[in-house]
Nanobody
Framework: QVQLVESGGGLVQPGGSLRLSCAAS????????MGWYRQAPGKQRETVAT???????GYADSVRGRFTISRDNAKNTVYLQMNSLKPDDTAVYYC?????????WGQGTQVTVSS
């Protein structure tokens, strides 16, 4: 059973930065796509960024150029570096590990951008 544990959320002022981490248990981490998603109050969950097992990345238009996703397969960890944060980035952020026949989510970490 894979478990994903996010950390690094918190309160930050507009223009600030945060780095989220998601640590995965088990030995399958390196084989699958990892993604970061977010859900703001009253809104649907949306994709923020994804990274393939080979390191190919994709970003939502709203975060491209401000956020960077990366992974360290030796540490079974995926990161989301968030810069130039805006109040619209406020949400619960979730990490996800997925692939054929596999789909696991973390419990989420709150990110609040406010002055």
């Amino acid at each position: 059973q894979v478990q994903l544990v996010e950390s690094g959320g918190g309160l930050v002022q507009p223009g600030g930065s945060l780095r989220l981490s998601c640590a995965a248990s088990g030995s399958i981490f390196r084989l699958y796509v990892m993604g970061w998603y977010r859900q703001a109050p009253g809104k649907q969950r949306e994709t923020v960024a994804t990274i393939s097992s080979g390191g190919d990345t994709g970003y939502a238009d709203s975060v491209r150029g401000r956020f960077t996703i990366s992974r360290d397969n030796a540490k079974n960890t995926v990161y989301l570096q968030m810069n130039s944060l805006k109040p619209d980035d406020t949400a619960v952020y979730y990490c996800r590990l997925f692939g054929p026949g596999v789909d696991h989510w973390g419990q989420g970490t709150q990110v609040t951008v406010s002055s």
